[in-house]
């Protein structure tokens, strides 16, 4: 069993106000000599604060409130590994939430945060809604987004510019000599990762190539699954393709395993380029040329503006991450 303050206050042979008093750090009511007697007593018997109750009588709690959309995914383990990596370096816990893009979900894990009286909300490349932001405003705590943004809602971001970027993912295929470039995206609606990478894709091509009706074929998400299905629907609608913009790593890889079971060699008869470099690129088979976003550096750097406006308790200014293209072997130059 846990050893409680009681248990301390009898050890060191004092009240338990007064251990509440030095475990709080009232500076009144002890002196040094009892303060070390607590203290050895804490260390001896191995007592831990419980602490949310610690955090009710100091109105802290030292917890954050992380939501993502889902937390099975890649992008969100790296961008969590970046955040834990501040957060526990701060003394604070994290505690994750896993809203599966669902409204009604997401406002539960809100007001569930609340309750558990988090002292700050990292909202994760989900889109903002009218009713999550009034339900975070209600929370009277800093709010950071990640990997989203909100053009509506004054909220500090983190992210890199999709649209900058997937104009730079097709500018190299082209500069490899390819024109006939067809794009795999995500929910073409979705204005984080949908519509922002189809505008920078169809920019470069109308821009470097004079092509205004460049092919993409969406799909319903960025995974393994949608990468597979979506390959075959373009293949089926232009058979003459030499190059695939994937909106993710994880569709390019399903989109090189589709390739695969049509006897289609990567990158002989088609080049991929993905999206985000996560771990698994570096591991396909032929390894995967990628647009770099620096995941965990954009968890990290979130999670330090939450804490800044934590300790200020102002606003902070939102922050647009580098990209870059990571060279591997999964793209062939077109003499």
């Known amino acids: 069993m846990n050893p409680t303050i009681k248990d301390v206050a009898r050890h060191a042979n004092v009240s338990i106000a007064t251990v509440s008093r030095i475990l709080n750090s009232t500076s009144a009511g002890y002196s040094e000599k ?75 894990y809100l007001k569930l945060l609340s309750e558990k009286r988090v002292e700050g909300i990292l909202f994760a490349s989900e889109e903002i809604t009218d009713e999550y932001y009034e339900a975070i405003k209600e929370m009277n705590v800093p709010a950071v987004l990640v990997s989203t943004k909100s053009h509506k809602h004054p909220l500090p971001y983190v992210k890199v510019d999709d649209r900058d970027a997937s104009y730079a993912a097709a500018s190299y295929l082209i500069n490899k000599g390819h024109e006939k470039i067809g794009m795999i995206s995500g929910i073409k609606e979705d204005p984080i990762a949908g519509s922002p990478r189809i505008d920078g894709f169809k920019a470069a091509m109308r821009d470097q190539l004079g092509n205004e009706s460049p092919i993409v074929v969406s799909a319903q998400g960025f995974s393994y699954e949608d990468g597979l299905t979506m390959f075959e629907k373009l293949m089926e609608a232009a058979p003459e393709t030499t190059a695939i913009f994937a909106a993710s790593d994880e569709m390019a890889i399903g989109a090189m395993a589709s390739a695969y079971r049509m006897n289609i060699k990567v990158p002989e008869d088609i080049s991929v380029i993905g999206y985000d470099n996560l771990k698994i690129s570096e591991m396909a088979i032929p390894p995967l040329t990628t647009l770099s976003q620096p995941l965990r550096e954009m968890g990290e750097t979130a999670a330090e503006l939450l804490f800044e406006a934590l300790k200020t308790g102002g606003t902070t200014q939102s922050i647009i991450m580098p990209h870059q293209i990571i060279e591997r072997e999964s793209v062939k130059v077109l003499q």
């Not at 007592?47 to 955090?55: D, I, L, T």
């Not at 937390?71 to 526990?88: D, N, T, Y």
């Open 34 to 108: 009892t303060k070390k007697l607590v203290m050895e007593a804490v260390e001896e018997l191995g007592y831990k604060p419980n602490a949310v109750a610690r955090g009710l009588k100091n109105t802290k709690t030292q917890t954050i409130g992380v939501l993502f959309p889902d937390i099975s995914g890649m992008v969100s383990s790296e961008l969590l590994h970046g955040i834990e990596k501040v957060a526990h370096s701060l003394g604070h816990s994290v505690i994750v939430c896993n809203t599966a893009s669902q409204g009604e979900k997401t406002l539960d």
